[in-house]
């Protein structure tokens, strides 16, 4: 790796090596203003997580950053930051607010960005069996890391494939609606309707113009429906926010199988008959099976194991595929073979499309105070395997890499390498996997 990104190294584990001592306690779980001197469950809570990335990306060919061609780029970026407001404020009425912003980088519009995530308030019918919410919410489907809870990820980004329509039809995977959630005995349920956003106010990241393909329709969408559901084997997990966890590091054993749902119909729309401009709608279908294991192997040492896999059927209509990559370092090609070719730059793979998606995540935290006062380590890796419709190849991309948990998941330092695929299109216009492309991330994370 480059020099410049060595340095950054050096000087981000001398800032969290002097930050760990500091950290206090009281604040592990966020600040707490108890509502009810008598009753703990009553309370106005503040949180905050920051996400703060240096790496250096080898990016796909032909990528240009602002005209110009770049084919390796360093840089740094506000992956996540977030601010919550929420709680109970009494025994029936719950009520959650999130603001904050995501990849703010080099190429970001300044003084712009941050949004609401969350705006959300609930009311249980039922305490613990029946509670209905409205507003802005993330209630989703099909997986369990539809939305997940960022300041607990278990590896280092979340995967996207399962944030299915993130910024097309949402707002960052939120949308406004109503929802119900509870549990009945150890099956925990969470069910949603919501209004799409139209596609005409995404950002346009990864959309294509209408073809013989599906696309995201412009037409006044209707209704979505989605719906998640856990059999909770062990420990019950909270479902008083839409966040999912990625890991309790011990703090709970775990066992969940998943299954879910996402629905929308016409969502999508192609050309039946190019020439004829001859345009269907198709609807969005999406399912998904998995399992999600988290829990101590030796509560004396203080060591975990942490273990995910999901199976998903997305059906998005005709040939549908999505190319986009995370905080994305460059914004043009220069290739203009297709509209596919346009998007794939800077750190870009076909994330999403009609077809099959296995994904596979695991985390082993190792024994508490391995640094005395420093922490410990956890090693991490995830593989995303797809067998989309419109790719000639199978796609997959896989991460490894290591935290270094300095308090739990309130700070931690990450290193973390992603090996991608590039695809492109072939002379007969099949979609080909020419090479792969690496991208190395140093993060810092805070959160309480």
């Not at 960022?150 to 939120?174: C, F, G, H, M």
């Not at 925990?188 to 950002?203: C, E, H, M, N």
Request: aromatic share 14%.
């Amino acid at each position: 790796m480059k020099n410049n990104l060595r340095v950054i190294t050096a000087l981000l584990c001398c800032i969290v090596t002097n930050a760990h001592a500091q950290f206090p306690d009281k604040l592990k779980n966020g600040l707490r203003y108890y509502t009810d001197s008598k009753d703990s469950s009553r309370y106005i809570g503040f949180g905050m997580t920051a996400q703060l990335w240096a790496r250096n990306t080898s990016n796909n060919p032909y990528s240009l950053v602002q005209g110009t061609p770049q084919n390796n780029t360093t840089d740094f970026s506000i992956r996540r930051i977030r601010f919550v407001l929420s709680g109970a404020i009494s025994d029936r009425v719950n009520f959650f607010v999130q603001f904050g912003q995501n990849s703010l980088n080099y190429l970001s519009a300044r003084k712009a960005g941050s949004f609401f995530h969350d705006a959300t308030a609930d009311y249980a019918i039922v305490k613990k069996h029946l509670s209905v919410g409205v507003g802005l919410n993330g209630f989703n489907g099909p997986s369990r890391f539809a939305n997940a809870s960022v300041a607990s990820i278990a590896v280092l980004d979340v995967p996207a494939y399962q944030e299915v329509t993130n910024d097309t039809y949402d707002q960052n995977v939120r949308r406004l609606g109503m929802y119900m959630k509870g549990k009945l005995g150890k099956l925990d349920y969470r069910l949603s309707v919501g209004k799409p956003f139209v596609i005409q106010t995404a950002s346009g990241s990864g959309i294509e113009p209408i073809n013989a393909n599906a696309v995201f329709s412009t037409r006044p969408p209707a209704m979505n429906t989605q719906g998640y559901f856990m059999y909770q084997f062990l420990d019950q997990e909270s479902n008083f926010s839409s966040g999912t966890t990625g890991t309790y590091l011990g703090r709970k054993k775990v066992f969940n199988i998943g299954a879910g749902f996402n629905h929308q119909k016409n969502a999508m729309m192609r050309y039946a008959d190019v020439a004829l401009k001859d345009t269907v709608g198709e609807a969005i279908n999406l399912f998904a099976v998995d399992v999600f294991y988290d829990a101590p192997v030796s509560e004396e040492k203080g060591t975990a194991y942490n273990f995910y896999a999901s199976f998903s059927r997305y059906n998005y209509g005709t040939g549908f595929i999505r190319v986009a990559g995370a905080d994305n370092p460059a914004n043009g090609s220069y290739n203009t073979g297709s509209t596919f070719s346009k998007l794939n730059f800077g750190n870009a793979f076909p994330v999403i499309g009609s077809g099959n998606v296995a994904y596979l995540q695991t985390a082993y935290k190792l024994k508490d105070r391995l640094f005395g006062n420093q922490g410990t380590l956890q090693p991490f890796a995830d593989l995303q395997y797809a067998k989309y419709d419109r790719l000639s190849d199978r796609m997959y991309v896989f991460d490894i890499g290591l935290h270094w948990l300095l308090y739990g998941n309130n700070t931690k330092l990450t290193l973390n390498y992603q090996n991608r695929p590039y695809f492109e299109q072939d002379a007969n216009g099949a979609l080909v996997q020419r090479s792969r492309r690496g991208e190395l991330v140093l993060q810092y994370q805070l959160s309480f």
